[in-house]
């Protein structure tokens, strides 16, 4: 029953997307049936095998022990805030942003990570069959984030068609960066962050594809990589430690707002409608959520949760998830958490908006224009991760 479920939103969510594609004629079949099977194999080997497990246990143990280290340089400053045996959202999950933030600055410093996202995304491209640049850009996104991505290709931004644009804006929303990886694996379990963010990628390439299809003809086919300007080490070190404090302060203070206000939502709901706000969206979401294989019976508290990710973010939806999660089967879980693990929400249309507009106003006010419609991708891409973890678990 479940393959036949999957089979229908498999095709639920490519029919969507090639219903809204800005040109049908174009679609190539072949890159998205490789695509597909690729993730199909891929999702298979990272949650169904003991070499996956591994890797995933690995990579899971890896950013245990950057939180630990994380954790020595905030309870030098915080020690003795909490009582014994209190716990801290901001300083536990949060703070250890700014370590991780820094490990990426002297990998980019050292051109470690420059090196490996320019060919695994040079090797994307050969599988895709988009341009260079996009694929980059996909593995950049996932690593760096989606605001910091784009300088790193600025000295393109301002040559792009609207098309190409929408494909980069698209992939730098569908992922998620290394950053806060490690915050997303102490709310939810760290295959499912890994499995995500491998899956998303090609999801990106998929439903983007469809929803946007053109082909980069070979002069076009350039990527030009900005390099950063030549810092000291130590200057590095502490634009990327103020870099990391800054997205665990912004993180916080969009939990702050987006909390309270559900929270204020739900209440006047209930007084009014008897009936949550997020319990009205749950029956608006459930039916995506049984495309993706969640069960009737658990569909509506899924769908709930699946919406608070869209109108808030991914924390916000995260804790709903832990405090929900004895009601949920382990299937359900997986298949949430993976829906959970990128930034598709309003608040990213903002965000990335705002990132191109720092480098070229012109582009931004693009951007803006087709907003929605990165979101509405964004938010496919998660469906799709979602129906094809349906199928493995």
Not at 153 to 163: A, E, F, R
Request: hydrophobic share 55%; with cysteine.
């Amino acid at each position: 029953m479940k393959y036949l479920i999957a089979a229908l939103g498999l095709l639920v969510v490519l029919g969507i997307a090639y219903f809204a594609s800005s040109n049908r004629k174009q679609v190539k079949i072949r890159p998205i049936i490789v695509m597909i099977v690729i993730q199909i194999v891929l999702g298979y080997i990272l949650l169904n095998t003991k070499f996956g497990l591994v890797c995933i246990q690995g990579f899971a143990d890896v950013f245990g022990k950057l939180f630990e280290y994380a954790g020595d340089g905030v309870n030098f400053v915080f020690g003795g805030l909490l009582n014994n045996g209190a716990s801290s959202f901001f300083l536990g999950v949060l703070l250890p942003i700014i370590f991780i933030s820094v490990l990426i600055g002297i990998l980019q410093y050292t051109k470690i990570l420059q090196f490996v996202i320019k060919y695994i995304g040079l090797v994307l491209s050969k599988i895709n069959g988009m341009g260079k640049l996009e694929s980059y850009n996909a593995v950049a996104s996932a690593i760096l984030g989606q605001s910091e991505v784009f300088i790193s290709v600025k000295k393109q931004i301002g040559l792009l068609p609207k098309h190409r644009l929408y494909t980069l804006c698209a992939s730098a929303m569908s992922t998620v960066s290394m950053s806060i990886v490690g915050a997303y694996m102490t709310m939810i379990e760290p295959k499912y962050v890994v499995t995500a963010m491998v899956l998303n990628l090609f999801g990106g390439f998929i439903i983007s594809s469809i929803i946007n299809p053109y082909t980069v003809t070979p002069e076009e086919d350039i990527l030009e990589v900005q390099e950063e300007e030549k810092q000291s080490f130590f200057e590095m070190l502490g634009e990327y430690i103020m870099d990391g404090f800054k997205v665990a302060i912004v993180v916080a203070a969009m939990l702050i707002g987006f909390v309270a206000l559900i929270s204020a939502i739900n209440d006047i709901f209930n007084m009014v409608f008897g009936i949550s706000f997020q319990g009205i969206l749950g029956y608006v979401f459930a039916p995506i959520a049984f495309i993706m294989g969640i069960p009737l019976h658990e569909a509506v508290n899924a769908g709930s949760i699946m919406a608070t990710k869209l109108v808030s973010n991914e924390f916000v939806a995260m804790m709903d998830l832990a405090k929900q999660a004895h009601q949920f089967s382990p299937r359900t879980l997986g298949i949430i958490s993976v829906f959970l693990v990128s930034f598709a929400n309003f608040s990213s249309i903002g965000i990335i908006s705002g990132a191109v507009k720092g480098l070229h106003e012109k582009q931004a006010n693009v951007v803006a224009r087709f907003g929605l419609k990165l979101l509405f991708g964004a938010t496919l891409v998660s469906i799709l991760t979602s129906v094809i973890v349906s199928v493995i678990i």
